[in-house]
C-alpha cells in the first residue's frame, strides 16, 4: 500500500512544510514516508513543489510522476498538475489562486477559497493547513491527530500559540464539499 | 686537563637539537641552509622541539622534512598554510609552521596563505623569497624582479606582459588577522641575526596565541642566478632589497610588551 | 534511538559526529550546504573543530593536515567541488591517512545545474586523484542507509587508512525520510602509531607522499595494491530484492536504484520475474555477485543518472555471458520508475542482440533535439 502526494504553489504559501507536517505524521504512525522538494533557485520566490510518499513497505521512488493526490494552491500548480493526478484520485484546488475550474471527470475535486477561509480565521497563513484539511478528508493516508501531534512537536516555539487555529483550519477545509 | 684550561673550553658553536644530523641537498651558497639553523635554533631556545610539527612545500624545501628534528608532514603546491590549519585546529597546544617558497606561497598558494592569516589563523610561516622557482631550474616567480632575466623571462621580466612582483610581508600586513608580518634578509651576519629575532618573534606570536606570523626571509639562489655565492649575496643587498624593503609591516601592539 | 525525520544531508552530518568526529572542514556548495551548515553549528557546540574553508583546495588540505594528526576528519562537496579535491585526495591516499569525504553530486559537465546526478562515478570509482590508489565508495540509497554508511566509513578509513567516500545524489541531500541515529559515540583517545604529534614520546614521525626513488614508491604501489585486496575480500556490500526466481536483474546505485525498485515492483505486479541488485560498495564493486548472477538470469538492465558509467563494471562482471542493456537519464533530470518499467518490458519481451554496445542502443533510443 502506497500513497503519493504532491503539494504545489508559490514559495511562501507554505507548500513544503504542509508536505513535512504529513511526512511527520506519517512517521508518527511508523509508516514508511519520503519528502522531497523541488529545490533550487526556483525556490527563491518561485514555484515550490515538494512530493510525500507514504507506505507501508521500503519506499523505492520519492520521485512521484501521477501522485493520487495534489493540493495546488495556485494556477501554475493546477496547470501543471491537473493532468498528473493518478485516475481516481484527488485535486484539491485553491480556488482563491485560479481563475478556472478543473476539467478532470474521473477524479475526485475539492474546490476550496482557502485564502478567504484563513483570512475568515484571521491568519493568511493557514491557507495551507485549510487545504491539507480539505485532502485528509478525501484521502485519510494519515490521522488527523498525528498531523496535529507534528504541528505540535515541529511549530516553532513561537507560533505554538497558533496550534487551536491551525486545527481550526484544517477543520474548515476537511468540511469542504467534493466534487467525484 | 685542568680547571682553568676547562673554563676556556667554551661551546660557541654546535648543531642545534632541532636540526637532523644529516647533509642537506641544498646548492653551494644557498640560504636555505642558513634559515633552517636560524628556525631550528629558535625551536630549541624556546624548547617546543617536542611539540612542534612542521609543514614542508613544493619547491626546494620540499625535504625539509628530512632536516628539521621535529614531527613533519609535506604539504601539495602551495597549500601548506591549509595543512598547517587542520593540524593547529585538531592539536591547539602544538607549535605550527609552514616552510613555503616564493613559488609555492606567493603564486600557487596565494589563496591559502592570505585565507589563513585573514583567519588570524594561530600558525607561523617561514617565506622564503629568492625571486625565482629554484627546484624546477630558475623560472620566473611571482617575486622575480622587474628585468630580471629567468629561464622563463628570457629577456628579463616584463612588467607590460608578465606584471609586477608580488610584495607578501607588505600584502599580509594588511590583514586583520596577520599579528606579525616582517621582512627580513639572509645576505649578512647583521641581517642574519636579525632573522632569527623575527623568527622568535613570529614563533612567540604563536605560542601566545595572538593570530598568524609571517617572515619574510630574503634569500639567494646562486645556482640558478648563475652567480657566485658571494655575487649573489652582493645582488641580493643591491637589486631585492629595493624592491623589497627590510622592515617590520604588521607588529600586533600587543607584542610591546612581551620579553623572550 | 527514536526516529527522526532527517534531510540527507543533515543526517550524514549528525551521523559523522555521533561516530566521533573531530575536525570538519568545507566550502558551500548546491546540494549539500545543508551538511556544513549543520556542522557550523554542532562542531563549535561540541567543542569541535570546525572551519569553512576559502575553497575545496583549502578544506582538503585542511583536512589532509587533521588527518595527520590520527583525528577522525571529513569534508563535503558535490561534483564542481570534488574536482578540486582531487589533488589532495591523491596525495591523502599517497600518505596514507584516513579521511571521509561526502559527495553529494549534480549535474554536469562543468557548471551544470544544481539537480541530483551520477555523473561522477568514474571519477570517485575509477579515480579519485592521480597514481595507482582506490578509495572505497559506499552509495546509500535512502537516510537510514546514509547515516549507518556514515558511521562505517570511519571505521573503513581507519581500518584501511583510506580515503572513503559517501557517494549520493542531490535528491538524497534534500530528501526528508525517517531516520535512526547512532548514540553518541566517545571521541577517540588512542592515537595511532603513525600520526605526528609534535614528538612529546621521543619519537618523531614524518608523513608524506613522496617516494623520489621509484622502487620506493613502486613498494608503496604493492602495498596499497595488496591493501586493496583485502578491501576487495571483505567490504563487498550490496541489497538484493525479489532475486530468488528472478530471470531477469535490474541494477542500479544509490537513488536509481531506488528508483528502479518501484519500477521492479510494478513489473512484478504484472507477472515479470524480474529483480533489483543495489550494489552499495561501488567500489569494490560486487564484481562476483553479478557474475553469478549473470550464469542463471536471462538478461541485465543497468539504471543510472547518467550515460552508463557503472555500466561498464557490470558489463565486465557479465563478461558476455548474457545480454546488458541500459538506461540513463543525465544532467539532473530523474528517471521515473515507469520508464524503467517501459525498459523492463522491452528487454523481457524482445531480443536483445548479444552484439553491439548497450550505450549506443540507448542513444538510439533517447529522442534527437537536434
Same mark, same amino acid.
Given at each position: 500500500m502506497?500513497?503519493?502526494?504532491?503539494?504545489?504553489?508559490?514559495?511562501?504559501?507554505g507548500?513544503l512544510f504542509?508536505?513535512?507536517?504529513?511526512?511527520?505524521?506519517?512517521?508518527?504512525?511508523?509508516?514508511?514516508?519520503?519528502?522531497?522538494?523541488?529545490y533550487?533557485?526556483?525556490m527563491r520566490?518561485?514555484?515550490?513543489?515538494?512530493?510525500?510518499?507514504?507506505?507501508d513497505e521500503?519506499?523505492?521512488?520519492?520521485?512521484v510522476?501521477h501522485?493520487q493526490?495534489?493540493?495546488?494552491?495556485?494556477?501554475?500548480s493546477l496547470?501543471k498538475?491537473?493532468?498528473l493526478?493518478?485516475?481516481g484520485?484527488?485535486?484539491?484546488?485553491?480556488?482563491?489562486?485560479?481563475?478556472?475550474?478543473?476539467?478532470?471527470p474521473d477524479i475526485?475535486?475539492?474546490?476550496?477559497?482557502?485564502n478567504?477561509i484563513?483570512?475568515?480565521l484571521?491568519d493568511?497563513?493557514?491557507?495551507?493547513m485549510?487545504?491539507?484539511g480539505?485532502?485528509l478528508a478525501?484521502l485519510?493516508?494519515?490521522?488527523?491527530?498525528?498531523?496535529?501531534?507534528?504541528?505540535?512537536?515541529?511549530?516553532? $516555539?513561537?507560533h505554538q500559540k497558533?496550534l487551536?487555529l491551525?486545527?481550526?483550519a484544517m477543520? $474548515?477545509?476537511a468540511?469542504?464539499?467534493?466534487?467525484? | 686537563?685542568d680547571?682553568?684550561?676547562?673554563?676556556?673550553?667554551?661551546?660557541?658553536?654546535q648543531?642545534?637539537?632541532s636540526?637532523?644530523?644529516?647533509d642537506?641537498?641544498?646548492c653551494?651558497?644557498?640560504?636555505?641552509g642558513?634559515?633552517?639553523?636560524?628556525?631550528?635554533?629558535?625551536?630549541d631556545?624556546?624548547?617546543?622541539?617536542?611539540?612542534?610539527?612542521? @609543514?614542508? /612545500?613544493v619547491g626546494?624545501?620540499v625535504?625539509?622534512y628530512n632536516?628539521?628534528?621535529?614531527d613533519? @608532514?609535506?604539504?601539495?603546491?602551495?597549500r601548506a598554510?591549509? =595543512?598547517?590549519?587542520?593540524i593547529k585546529?585538531?592539536?591547539?597546544?602544538?607549535?605550527?609552521?609552514?616552510?613555503?617558497?616564493?613559488?609555492?606561497?606567493? /603564486?600557487?598558494g =596565494?589563496g591559502? @596563505?592570505?585565507?589563513?592569516?585573514?583567519?588570524?589563523?594561530?600558525?607561523?610561516?617561514v617565506?622564503?623569497?629568492?625571486?625565482?622557482?629554484?627546484?624546477?631550474?630558475?623560472?620566473m616567480a611571482?617575486?622575480?624582479?622587474?628585468?630580471? #632575466?629567468t629561464?622563463? /623571462?628570457?629577456?628579463?621580466?616584463?612588467?607590460e606582459?608578465q606584471?609586477f612582483p =608580488?610584495q607578501?610581508?607588505?600584502?599580509?600586513?594588511t590583514?586583520?588577522?596577520?599579528?606579525?608580518?616582517?621582512?627580513?634578509?639572509?645576505?649578512?651576519?647583521k641581517?642574519?641575526?636579525?632573522a632569527? #629575532?623575527?623568527?622568535?618573534?613570529?614563533?612567540e606570536?604563536?605560542a601566545r596565541?595572538?593570530?598568524?606570523?609571517?617572515?619574510?626571509?630574503?634569500s639567494?639562489?646562486?645556482?640558478?642566478?648563475?652567480?657566485?655565492?658571494?655575487?649573489?649575496? #652582493?645582488?641580493? *643587498? *643591491?637589486?631585492?632589497?629595493?624592491?623589497?624593503?627590510?622592515?617590520?609591516?604588521k607588529?600586533?601592539?600587543?607584542?610591546?610588551?612581551?620579553?623572550? | 534511538?527514536?526516529k527522526?525525520?532527517?534531510?540527507?544531508?543533515t543526517?550524514?552530518?549528525?551521523a559523522a559526529?555521533?561516530?566521533?568526529?573531530? &575536525?570538519?572542514f568545507g566550502?558551500?556548495?548546491?546540494?549539500q550546504t545543508?551538511?556544513?551548515e549543520?556542522?557550523?553549528?554542532?562542531?563549535?557546540?561540541?567543542?569541535?573543530?570546525?572551519?569553512?574553508?576559502?575553497?575545496?583546495?583549502?578544506?582538503?588540505?585542511?583536512?589532509?593536515?587533521?588527518?595527520?594528526?590520527?583525528k577522525?576528519?571529513?569534508?563535503?562537496?558535490?561534483s564542481?567541488?570534488?574536482?578540486?579535491?582531487?589533488?589532495?585526495?591523491?596525495?591523502?591516499?599517497?600518505?596514507?591517512?584516513p579521511?571521509?569525504?561526502?559527495?553529494?553530486m549534480?549535474?554536469?559537465?562543468?557548471?551544470?545545474?544544481?539537480?541530483p &546526478?551520477?555523473?561522477?562515478y568514474?571519477?570517485i570509482?575509477?579515480g %579519485?586523484?592521480?597514481?595507482?590508489?582506490h578509495p572505497?565508495v559506499?552509495?546509500p540509497?535512502s537516510?537510514?542507509?546514509a547515516i549507518?554508511l556514515?558511521?562505517?566509513?570511519?571505521?573503513?578509513?581507519?581500518?584501511?587508512r583510506?580515503?572513503?567516500?559517501?557517494?549520493i545524489?542531490?535528491?538524497?541531500g534534500?530528501?526528508?525520510?525517517?531516520g535512526?541515529?547512532?548514540?553518541m559515540?566517545?571521541?577517540?583517545?588512542?592515537?595511532?602509531?603513525w600520526?605526528?604529534?609534535?614528538?612529546d614520546?621521543?619519537?618523531?614521525?614524518?608523513?608524506?607522499?613522496?617516494?623520489l626513488?621509484p622502487p620506493?614508491?613502486?613498494v608503496?604501489?604493492?602495498?596499497?595494491?595488496?591493501r586493496?585486496?583485502?578491501?576487495?575480500?571483505?567490504?563487498?556490500?550490496?541489497k538484493?530484492?525479489?532475486l530468488?526466481?528472478a530471470?531477469?536483474v535490474?541494477?542500479?546505485?544509490?537513488?536509481? %536504484?531506488?528508483i528502479?525498485?518501484s519500477a521492479?515492483?510494478?513489473?512484478?505486479a504484472?507477472?515479470?520475474?524480474?529483480g533489483?541488485l543495489?550494489p552499495i560498495s561501488?567500489?569494490p564493486?560486487?564484481?562476483?555477485v553479478?557474475?553469478?548472477?549473470?550464469?542463471?538470469?536471462?538478461g541485465?538492465?543497468?539504471?543510472e543518472m547518467?550515460?552508463?558509467?557503472?555500466?561498464d563494471d557490470?558489463?565486465?562482471?557479465?563478461a558476455?555471458?548474457?545480454?546488458?542493456e541500459?538506461y %540513463?537519464?543525465?544532467?539532473?533530470?530523474?528517471?521515473?520508475?515507469?520508464?524503467?518499467?517501459?525498459e523492463?518490458?522491452?528487454?523481457?519481451?524482445g531480443?536483445?542482440?548479444?552484439? %553491439?554496445h548497450?550505450?549506443?542502443?540507448?542513444?538510439e533510443?533517447m529522442?534527437?533535439a537536434n
Amino acid at each position: 500500500m502506497q500513497t503519493e502526494i504532491i503539494i504545489a504553489g508559490f514559495g511562501g504559501q507554505g507548500v513544503l512544510f504542509a508536505g513535512q507536517l504529513l511526512a511527520y505524521a506519517a512517521m508518527e504512525e511508523d509508516k514508511a514516508v519520503t519528502w522531497i522538494p523541488s529545490y533550487g533557485p526556483e525556490m527563491r520566490g518561485g514555484t515550490a513543489n515538494c512530493a510525500v510518499v507514504v507506505a507501508d513497505e521500503e519506499i523505492g521512488s520519492p520521485f512521484v510522476k501521477h501522485p493520487q493526490a495534489a493540493i495546488v494552491m495556485n494556477l501554475p500548480s493546477l496547470d501543471k498538475y491537473e493532468a498528473l493526478v493518478a485516475p481516481g484520485g484527488v485535486l484539491v484546488v485553491n480556488t482563491s489562486m485560479v481563475d478556472r475550474p478543473c476539467q478532470r471527470p474521473d477524479i475526485t475535486v475539492v474546490e476550496i477559497p482557502a485564502n478567504e477561509i484563513a483570512e475568515r480565521l484571521g491568519d493568511r497563513r493557514m491557507t495551507n493547513m485549510v487545504l491539507l484539511g480539505g485532502l485528509l478528508a478525501q484521502l485519510p493516508v494519515v490521522s488527523m491527530e498525528a498531523v496535529d501531534k507534528a504541528l505540535k512537536e515541529h511549530l516553532p $516555539e513561537r507560533h505554538q500559540k497558533l496550534l487551536p487555529l491551525n486545527r481550526q483550519a484544517m477543520q $474548515e477545509g476537511a468540511s469542504q464539499p467534493a466534487r467525484v | 686537563m685542568d680547571t682553568a684550561q676547562h673554563e676556556l673550553e667554551q661551546v660557541v658553536y654546535q648543531r642545534p637539537e632541532s636540526l637532523m644530523e644529516v647533509d642537506t641537498h641544498y646548492c653551494p651558497g644557498c640560504t636555505h641552509g642558513v634559515a633552517h639553523r636560524l628556525v631550528a635554533e629558535v625551536l630549541d631556545e624556546m624548547q617546543v622541539r617536542q611539540r612542534t610539527i612542521g @609543514v614542508a /612545500s613544493v619547491g626546494c624545501s620540499v625535504f625539509a622534512y628530512n632536516y628539521f628534528n621535529t614531527d613533519f @608532514v609535506q604539504a601539495p603546491h602551495g597549500r601548506a598554510p591549509a =595543512m598547517a590549519t587542520g593540524i593547529k585546529r585538531c592539536l591547539p597546544d602544538r607549535i605550527v609552521f609552514t616552510y613555503q617558497g616564493d613559488g609555492d606561497m606567493a /603564486s600557487i598558494g =596565494m589563496g591559502e @596563505v592570505v585565507a589563513a592569516a585573514a583567519r588570524g589563523e594561530n600558525i607561523t610561516v617561514v617565506f622564503i623569497n629568492n625571486a625565482n622557482y629554484g627546484m624546477t631550474g630558475g623560472q620566473m616567480a611571482p617575486t622575480t624582479l622587474p628585468g630580471q #632575466k629567468t629561464t622563463s /623571462s628570457p629577456n628579463g621580466r616584463d612588467v607590460e606582459t608578465q606584471g609586477f612582483p =608580488m610584495q607578501a610581508a607588505e600584502l599580509l600586513a594588511t590583514l586583520e588577522g596577520t599579528s606579525y608580518s616582517v621582512r627580513r634578509s639572509l645576505h649578512d651576519p647583521k641581517n642574519v641575526r636579525m632573522a632569527k #629575532k623575527a623568527l622568535r618573534t613570529a614563533f612567540e606570536v604563536q605560542a601566545r596565541g595572538m593570530g598568524f606570523s609571517i617572515v619574510e626571509l630574503l634569500s639567494v639562489c646562486p645556482t640558478n642566478w648563475g652567480m657566485t655565492p658571494l655575487q649573489s649575496l #652582493k645582488w641580493l *643587498e *643591491e637589486a631585492m632589497i629595493p624592491f623589497y624593503p627590510i622592515g617590520d609591516y604588521k607588529v600586533n601592539p600587543a607584542l610591546a610588551g612581551l620579553r623572550f | 534511538m527514536a526516529k527522526e525525520m532527517m534531510k540527507g544531508n543533515t543526517a550524514i552530518a549528525e551521523a559523522a559526529i555521533r561516530a566521533g568526529l573531530d &575536525a570538519y572542514f568545507g566550502y558551500p556548495i548546491t546540494p549539500q550546504t545543508e551538511l556544513l551548515e549543520w556542522m557550523s553549528v554542532r562542531m563549535p557546540e561540541l567543542g569541535r573543530a570546525f572551519v569553512q574553508a576559502e575553497s575545496e583546495l583549502g578544506a582538503i588540505n585542511m583536512v589532509y593536515g587533521a588527518a595527520c594528526t590520527g583525528k577522525r576528519v571529513m569534508t563535503s562537496s558535490s561534483s564542481p567541488g570534488i574536482s578540486l579535491m582531487m589533488e589532495g585526495l591523491s596525495y591523502i591516499a599517497g600518505t596514507e591517512v584516513p579521511m571521509v569525504l561526502v559527495n553529494v553530486m549534480r549535474g554536469g559537465p562543468g557548471l551544470g545545474n544544481i539537480a541530483p &546526478a551520477q555523473a561522477d562515478y568514474n571519477q570517485i570509482v575509477h579515480g %579519485g586523484g592521480h597514481g595507482d590508489m582506490h578509495p572505497i565508495v559506499l552509495a546509500p540509497a535512502s537516510v537510514q542507509e546514509a547515516i549507518d554508511l556514515t558511521v562505517l566509513a570511519f571505521d573503513l578509513a581507519e581500518k584501511y587508512r583510506a580515503i572513503v567516500v559517501v557517494l549520493i545524489d542531490g535528491s538524497l541531500g534534500q530528501m526528508m525520510e525517517p531516520g535512526e541515529l547512532p548514540p553518541m559515540a566517545p571521541l577517540k583517545t588512542a592515537i595511532p602509531d603513525w600520526a605526528v604529534r609534535g614528538g612529546d614520546d621521543g619519537k618523531r614521525r614524518t608523513l608524506s607522499s613522496i617516494y623520489l626513488n621509484p622502487p620506493d614508491e613502486e613498494v608503496t604501489n604493492l602495498r596499497l595494491e595488496r591493501r586493496w585486496q583485502e578491501v576487495q575480500a571483505n567490504e563487498v556490500r550490496y541489497k538484493e530484492y525479489y532475486l530468488e526466481d528472478a530471470r531477469y536483474v535490474v541494477t542500479g546505485f544509490g537513488s536509481a %536504484g531506488r528508483i528502479a525498485l518501484s519500477a521492479v515492483r510494478a513489473a512484478r505486479a504484472e507477472g515479470i520475474p524480474v529483480g533489483l541488485l543495489r550494489p552499495i560498495s561501488l567500489n569494490p564493486f560486487p564484481r562476483q555477485v553479478i557474475a553469478d548472477l549473470s550464469e542463471r538470469v536471462e538478461g541485465f538492465l543497468v539504471t543510472e543518472m547518467n550515460a552508463g558509467q557503472m555500466l561498464d563494471d557490470v558489463m565486465a562482471a557479465v563478461a558476455g555471458r548474457k545480454p546488458v542493456e541500459f538506461y %540513463g537519464r543525465m544532467g539532473g533530470v530523474v528517471p521515473f520508475p515507469d520508464e524503467i518499467l517501459g525498459e523492463i518490458k522491452r528487454m523481457v519481451n524482445g531480443q536483445v542482440p548479444m552484439s %553491439g554496445h548497450p550505450r549506443d542502443r540507448w542513444l538510439e533510443r533517447m529522442p534527437r533535439a537536434n
